[in-house]
Every structure is written in structure tokens, then in C-alpha cells.
């Protein structure tokens, strides 16, 4: 495959199609932007967890058992800091803490994230472009059945996903600008698709559909927008997503995923387990591939990038 794909990551999900997508395309094929809406400063420091996630795997530096961080963390700092007083609820590992220390070094220099991310990258021998959403600054915030309004690591990571919500709302995206490189690789003739890996549909990929811009260069080219369902026989393999879908009155299925995407995308890639949701999915308008996309192995995470770009090749070779 001769065009060039676009990838839109959450975290871990995301991460693993990500990084199949990375073993079978050549670096100049593909490009990862991912979600910085739950990016923060803690410690003074600014955490990008999304980015982090993405930038860790595809340097296979990533912790596979705990699904973020780095392998062979310690936690030395955090246990001296616990030993002070210090806030220990967000588990920054010791060689994770380097990370956020030379982000937050180099973001102080003047640096734009994007310069940043890109440096990070090639220490860690990443080839493949990888572009934070924005350089600006936008938070995704979480709002609670109890009235209660929560940024969105406080959620997640604080109080362990037990609030339920009843919506989102991402500060400061309407004045935010998509990073450097991010609207010229969607408005590019050779674009061959957009890939919204399987990441939380509401706050690791809308934040980045919101951003000004993006869905109308998405919507203006020619190449076909394709989500890969988190959704499971009725499960998220990882995250809340399931948890929101239920709190916020909706189906927790493939389905449900595939409406709320309807009107942005062009196709649906389905897990086989949920092959009976084939033709409601294809009633909204989508083409539909139904394959595996359980990633529990390098091979299935290569095996479902392949068959994704099966998709995509079908796709333009019926507009030729």
C-alpha cells in the first residue's frame, strides 16, 4: 500500500493497533496523532498520559502487565514522597518521572509539545511520526450524575472511574489549533485513510474530532474515515468506556459505538463475537468489516492492522 494512514489513539487500546499499524507500514506511511485531552500538571510536572502510552509502546519500553508506564519501574520517588506528605494518588514510576522531568524541562524552554514529543521520540528510536492532537491546552472534564465536575485524571485515576457521568466537556478546544502536521497529513492527496483505533470513544477520540478543523478536513477528503470497535461482546477490553456507555443511557455494543461515530465515519470494523450487529451497523450508512480485533499478542495486533488495510485497499480500489 503506496498511500499514506492516519491513526487517532487513546491509550492502551489505541497503542496496540498503533503499533501493529507501525510493523507493517514504513514510517512515511503513517502518522499517530493522540488524545491530549487528559494531559495535566502534577507535581509540576505535565504528564501526557496518552502520548506517553503510544510513544512507550512503540518503543517496546512499555509495561505490558500494567498497561502503562515503563517495564522494570521502580517506585522509589514515590514512596519518598509518600514518606513527606506528598500526593501519591497518580503512580509516577521512577523511570517514568524522567519523562514527564525532560517534557516539562523543554515545554519550560519555549518548546512546543509537538517539538517535544518529536525529541522524546528519537531518543526512544519511535521512526514513526507521532503528533500530540494540539499544542495547546484543553482538558477534558467529566461530569457527574452528582453535580460534581471532575477533571478527567481525578476520574479516572483518583477515584478509580466510580462517579457516573452524565457527560463531557473539553475546556478550551474551541480556541485550540491542531498540532503542526496534523491538518496537512488529513488534507494530503496521497491519504489513504483515517483509522480511529479502539480507544474510549468519548474521551480519548472526540476531543480529537472536536479540535477546529479536523472534522471538516476529514469530511473534504476523499479517503475513508474507519473505527475499530472497544467494544467487545458488550465489553471495553480496557477503560470505562463500557461504564460511560451504561451511565449515559446507551447500548453497551458494537452498535452503540458505531451510532455515536455514525455521521463522522465511513466504515466500522466489527469483532467477529458481535458479527449479529452486522446489519444494524450497515443501516447507519457504514461499510462494515468483521474480523478478529481481540490484540492479545504481537501477532494478533499485526494480524488486525493487515486486516484493516485489507479494508482500506477494498475501499479504494471500488472508487477507482
Partial sequence: MASRIVAISGGVGGAKLSLGLARVLDPDQLA?????????????????????????????????????????????????????????????????????????????????????????????????????MTDDDVRTMVFTQSGETLSFQHYFVRDRCAPRVSGFEFAGIETAAPAPGFISRLTDIELGAVIICPSNPFVSVDPVLALPGVLEAMQNSSAPVIAVSPIIGGEAIKGPAAKMMAELGMPITAAGVAEHYADRIDGFVLDHRDVQMQSQIEALGLKVLVTETLMRSLEDREALAKAVLGFVEGWRTRQV
Fill in 32 to 132: 499517530i496523532v493522540a488524545n491530549t485531552g487528559d494531559d495535566f500538571d502534577h507535581l509540576g510536572l505535565r504528564i501526557c498520559p496518552d502520548l506517553d502510552t503510544v510513544m512507550y509502546t512503540l518503543a517496546d519500553v512499555n509495561n505490558k502487565e500494567l498497561g502503562w508506564g515503563q517495564v522494570g519501574e521502580t517506585w522509589q520517588f514515590l514512596d519518598a514522597l509518600e514518606k513527606l506528605g506528598g500526593e501519591t494518588w497518580f503512580r509516577l514510576g521512577d523511570r517514568d518521572l524522567a519523562t514527564h522531568i525532560q517534557r516539562t524541562t523543554l515545554l519550560r524552554s519555549g518548546q512546543r509539545l509537538s517539538a517535544v514529543t518529536a525529541s522524546l521520540c528519537a531518543q526512544l528510536g519511535v521512526e514513526v511520526p507521532l503528533l500530540p
